[in-house]
């Protein structure tokens, strides 16, 4: 875990001025986003700038000062950098060529608008399309070509109507967009309809809030929400240790005394966390925080991600290295989200050795073979 120094921002000559309550707002983070690229240039030297503008147009740039402040400024594979500055790799055909727009079919497979209804007793909700960073590797990266904006409340009724009537279903999985960066109200009047269906049993809301603005959760207003409603969990998604600082120590504790288990998802990204020393170390801050690894996930075909695609069995390797090394609580399940909306599959490495009529060999961690009589 980082620890950062009372006030370091204000090393930081633009931001020698803020106040500690400011920055530890989180609608002040929100409020004083960087919008575009050229901002950039008071912390870093823009090389290929017109490069980083052409990609900017069209698929543009957001980050809050605090998710900037983490990054190391004079190091160009800077995993924080790696993750907000635009790359003309986004927009070439030459590595987005086998992309899709909307590989899962999220849209187009839509009961309303807004809802994704893929497994049976699930249902992805799209509370908004509104993020306060917009990561270069989002496997939702259409919304970027959308205007920003929240859902009206017709749509929401009809989302919450679909889901009234649709008993099966007994998990929403309240995604965007970031649902977290919109306003308390509007977060408890979501909560509160879906809370009120009696065949619900999860509200699992999917949020990077805790990594890019970690003081949405200094905030008593919505901590007494999420204490208010007993359904909620809360997914979060680090994908470096670089992100984990001691306020993400703090509001996880503040989330965690309301009763909301804390999970992650993080997603193999090239360049940025595709090592099983990283990987390790990762886990390991979860951990220490206690945030339970849940998934890592190979990266999607989103056109304007493939360039962070790395090899499929990458994943496996770390995992292998993982398994034995690193309690099994800090393990999560490696898998791969199918094309067409076919659902997730889990890649598991094969301990496994051989079936024979009368016996199963496995392997271990360390690769000792034992036969088991069956
Ligand atoms: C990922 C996803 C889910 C949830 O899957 P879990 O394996 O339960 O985490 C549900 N619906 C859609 C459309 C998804 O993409
Ligand atoms: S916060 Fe989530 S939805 Fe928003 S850009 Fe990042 S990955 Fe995509």
């Known amino acids: ?48 700038k017109e490069d980083i503008l052409r ?62 209804h893929r497994y049976p007793d699930r249902v992805l909700f799209r509370a908004t399309n509104f993020c306060s960073v917009y990561c270069r590797h989002c496997m939702r990266k259409r919304i970027f070509l959308e205007d920003e904006r929240a859902r009206t409340k017709e749509e929401y009724e009809a989302m919450f109507k679909y889901i009234r009537e649709n008993k099966n279903i007994k998990e929403v999985l309240i995604s965007g967009g970031d649902p977290l960066t919109l306003p308390n109200q509007k977060i408890e009047y979501i909560i509160k309809n879906l809370s009120e269906i009696e065949h619900i049993d999860i509200i699992r809301i999917g ?91 190979y990266c999607d075909p989103t056109k304007g991600v493939y360039h962070f695609r790395t090899d499929i069995f990458k994943g496996v390797e770390i995992l292998e290295y993982l398994r034995g090394r690193l309690s099994g609580l800090g393990i999560p399940t490696y898998a791969i989200d199918l094309k067409g909306g076919l659902g997730k599959v889990p890649i598991i490495p094969n301990y496994i050795v051989s079936i024979e009529s009368d016996k199963i060999i496995f392997r271990n961690y360390e690769n000792k073979l034992v036969e088991l009589e069956i």
Do not use: C
């Open 1 to 48: 875990m980082r620890i950062l120094e009372e006030n370091y921002w204000q090393n930081i000559n633009i931001w020698k001025d803020v106040k500690k309550e400011d920055w530890e707002n989180w609608k002040w983070q929100i409020k004083n986003r960087l919008k575009e690229v050229k901002e950039l240039e008071n912390f870093i030297n823009l090389k290929n």
């Open 55 to 116: 990609t900017e147009e069209i698929f543009h740039f957001g980050t809050t000062p605090y998710y900037l402040s983490l990054a190391n400024f004079e190091d160009k594979d800077d995993p924080i950098l790696k993750q907000i500055v635009p790359d003309i790799k986004e927009i070439d055909e030459n590595y987005q060529k086998y992309a899709l727009l909307d590989p899962f079919l999220e849209d187009i497979k839509s009961p309303v608008n807004g809802l994704t």
């Open 207 to 297: 949020s990077r809030e805790l990594v890019v603005n970690p003081f949405r959760f200094f905030d008593e207003e919505l901590l007494e929400i999420f204490d208010r409603y007993d359904k909620l969990w809360l997914i979060t998604h680090f994908n470096h240790p670089n992100e984990i600082t001691n306020y993400t120590k703090i509001a996880v504790k503040n989330i965690l005394k309301t009763g909301t288990p804390v999970l992650n998802q993080t997603v193999l990204l090239k360049g940025i966390n595709d090592d099983k020393y990283i990987i390790e170390k990762l886990m390991r801050d979860l951990l220490k925080i206690k945030i339970k690894p849940y998934y890592l996930f």
